[in-house]
């Protein structure tokens, strides 16, 4: 099982790789944006907020530590929110891009995607007519051809260059079962140790798909692989993101929200934040009789280094 929870961890997943501006004024693109809504996100109850970067001037993703380095000091200054970057990036960037801001900031926590696999966004590119850049649109088309990286090797490297030389955690993504057994080979070679947190994801095309079946699924398989030496956590895609995250909190597990995983706050209906969704898990979670972890809880139970130990 799970490691037992007594609060739930909220992960706040901020700008991400994914959306574009054309679908939402509300998605933060400069550093001030973005280190306002994380704030602002920390305010409303999320312990962690995890965080890529975006070009000021025209909101596509980039890996540039100097634009990092824009927000990631405001967000210590001002909250105490454990900040987790990115090592996925954006389409089309390299390993190593991928791997500058984090490597630079020596953050308390990295994502880590546990494995190679079609990401595919080319469905969106349908759904509007205009668009504010130019490169939105082929960025989202481009993707039926494209295959994010991240070997066994990719990962070894990320755990080594990260982990034991940075003393960072991660947020091992696994977008399908087969992601479990990537990291359950890490952790019996002893590279990845516990207490590690699992980060089950649905609703990506690509990956596993958005049926609350595969909830039970993900976390049946991952207690008999990990026992009680992991601490579970879903995000889902779109749609699917408060009824899943729910869901899983209902199990046992931690949940994420955000504008990379979702625009929305309601049907049909835009977020105007990302401090609104955090809000309203929250009121979901406590009006269940849950209660939510402080970043200073979430330190202790995944076992961080602290926050006086990053680069920033």
Not at 78 to 106: F, K, P
Not at 283 to 298: D, F, K, Q, T, V
Request: net charge negative.
């Amino acid at each position: 099982m799970a490691r037992k929870m007594d609060k739930i961890i909220i992960t706040c997943a901020v700008t991400g790789g994914v959306h574009t501006p054309t679908m939402s004024d509300a998605l933060p693109v400069t550093p001030d944006e973005i280190a306002s809504q994380s704030i602002e996100a920390a305010e409303a109850g999320a312990s962690i907020i995890h965080l890529h970067a975006r070009d000021p001037q025209t909101g596509r993703p980039t890996p540039d530590p100097a634009v990092f380095m824009q927000f990631l000091p405001r967000i210590k200054q001002a909250t105490d929110a454990v900040v987790n970057i990115t090592t996925g990036g954006g389409l089309g960037m390299t390993v190593e891009e991928r791997l500058a801001a984090a490597l630079a900031a020596e953050p308390e926590m990295c994502s880590l995607n546990m494995g190679s696999m079609n990401f595919a966004l080319h469905p969106m590119a349908g759904k509007y007519k205009e668009w504010k850049h130019d490169w939105e649109k082929p960025f989202l088309e481009a993707s039926d051809d494209f295959i994010f990286r991240n070997t066994f090797r990719d990962i070894a490297r990320i755990i080594k260059q990260l982990g034991d030389g940075c003393g960072t955690k991660f947020e091992h993504e696994c977008y399908d079962i087969g992601h479990l057994y990537n990291l359950a080979h890490f952790v019996d070679a002893g590279l990845v140790k516990p207490p590690f947190l699992v980060q089950s994801i649905f609703g990506i095309l690509g990956g596993i798909g958005a049926e609350m079946e595969n909830i039970m699924f993900m976390k049946q398989t991952a207690d008999r692989l990990f026992g009680d030496d992991y601490v579970w956590s879903v995000l889902a895609a779109g749609r699917y993101q408060m009824p899943f995250v729910t869901q899983a909190a209902m199990l046992g597990g931690n949940v994420r929200v955000g504008l990379e995983d979702s625009l929305n706050i309601g049907k049909g209906k835009l977020a105007s934040s990302n401090a609104e969704q955090v809000r309203k898990v929250r009121r979901i979670l406590e009006e269940l009789g849950y209660e939510i972890a402080s970043p200073a809880e979430a330190r202790s139970v995944l076992g961080l280094k602290g926050g006086d130990m990053v680069k920033f």
